[in-house]
């Protein structure tokens, strides 16, 4: 991705200067109160929220090589946004700074057509298990589940179907691979030759989600084309490449990596669970992902998991989220206790491609000031192995986060 400056600037103060334009209040013509003629109804007036986030982050670091571990802060992510409601529409533009790049977040329109059912078009997070119903930023872990990042997309540009009813939650979506938001179609020096497309979706069951009282259980299933790809004769657009660090936003030191050439198409699906009862929850995911590949070729799989027990110290009881299928934010005041662990295995001796494997467990504690702002303190301790060429690393961090979400 390019950096930019002065069209960065430019992008934030156009969004500054539209979350402050709230439409003034209508004006109707002046009416007769006649048998014959009645007072029309005011026209609905539009409704603007500016929508934004603010990570303040700090790390210390124990590692073998300190010199790619400094201790330090960060800003790892500023989002600047305006959110707009008009009757049955709904829309929303959002832009992200982080390490000195500038990108678009959220970019979508939306239609209800019922209190349960919507569509949404353009730039937006497309759901593929429990954690992608929610941005990175929002992980109660701090840090998003290293199997997340690497079995998950980013914002892709396509169409989501929404339905929420009281026992089950669907989603269903078409779209185009990430590389469509970054790059341009064209035969030029880094442009794309076409575009990966994909679909996905998201069955959630719900039978309990009463307060302190829920369980779920789901399973989603997606199908993608080979992706981006620049090799000597440019975009050969026959591969899929995975990449994931090490948990942190104060250093950026990649711990996987793959790259799977030859590629004819890639299936994956996770299976999800969620269970609370009073002040205690437990979340979790598997993923498994296989991707065909060209000539004869053996086929490239992978998988992982991550399991993540959270209870309320102070707070009550949690609460459900029906849009969002899962736990709600905690209310102003609570404190919140989480451990959880993770692996991620992304070498396959059958496929001959050794991309790494990872196991990280992690303790931290929540505070939520209030709706807006929250306080994080996480330890995590990570072993990443099976990397040709690179030796067994140990990493260990005590990480501090403080958010703003609106």
């Not at 090589?65 to 009757?87: H, I, N, S, T, W």
């Not at 992706?227 to 440019?234: F, T």
């Not at 999800?272 to 086929?299: D, H, K, T, V, W």
Request: a positive charge.
């Amino acid at each position: 991705m390019k950096r930019f400056h002065t069209p960065g600037a430019t992008l934030f103060g156009a969004l500054l200067i539209s979350t402050s334009l709230f439409p003034a209040s209508a004006f109707a013509s002046e009416t007769m109160a006649t048998p014959e003629r009645a007072v029309p109804s005011p026209e609905e007036k539009a409704q603007f929220s500016p929508v934004g986030t603010l990570l303040l982050d700090g790390g210390l670091f124990i590692s073998p090589d300190k010199q790619e571990f400094p201790d330090g802060v960060a800003v790892p992510d500023v989002r600047l946004g305006v959110a707009m409601k008009y009757g049955k529409w709904q829309a929303k533009v959002e832009a992200g700074f982080a390490y000195g790049k500038v990108a678009l977040k959220d970019m979508w329109m939306q239609y209800d057509f019922s209190t349960t059912d919507f569509l949404r078009v353009g730039l937006q997070m497309q759901q593929f298990g429990y954690q992608n119903a929610t941005a990175a930023c929002q992980k109660v872990t701090m840090i998003e589940p290293i199997s997340n990042t690497i079995f998950n997309e980013p914002h892709l540009i396509g169409i989501q179907w929404f339905h929420s009813a009281d026992k089950y939650f669907t989603t269903l979506s078409a779209h185009v691979e990430p590389n469509a938001s970054s790059k341009v179609l064209g035969r030029g020096a880094e442009g794309m030759s076409q575009e990966g497309y994909g679909f996905r979706t998201r069955l959630v069951a719900r039978p309990y989600h009463s307060s302190g009282r829920m369980l779920q259980a789901g399973i989603s299933g997606a199908f993608l084309t080979p992706q981006y790809h620049n090799g000597e004769e440019g975009d050969t657009h026959d591969a899929f490449s995975f990449r994931a660090n090490f948990p942190s936003k104060v250093v950026q030191v990649q711990a996987l990596s793959a790259d799977v050439s030859r590629a004819m198409n890639l299936w994956k699906l996770t299976p999800e669970l969620m269970a609370c009862y009073g002040p205690m929850a437990l979340e979790s995911q598997y993923f498994f992902m296989q991707i065909n590949r060209r000539g004869g070729l053996p086929a490239f799989r992978a998988h992982g998991a991550y399991a993540t027990l959270r209870g309320l110290i102070l707070g009550g009881d949690y609460q459900y989220s029906m849009g969002l299928a899962g736990i709600a934010n905690p209310q102003k005041g609570s404190l919140e206790g989480v451990v959880s662990y993770n692996y991620t295995g992304l070498s396959d001796s059958r496929a001959g491609i050794y991309g790494g494997r990872l196991n990280d467990i992690s303790v931290g504690v929540n505070y939520y000031f209030n709706r807006y702002i929250t306080g994080k303190l996480r330890y995590s301790a990570t072993h990443v192995w099976d990397r040709p060429g690179l030796k067994a690393h140990d990493f260990s961090a005590v990480q501090m986060r403080l958010q703003l979400i609106f």
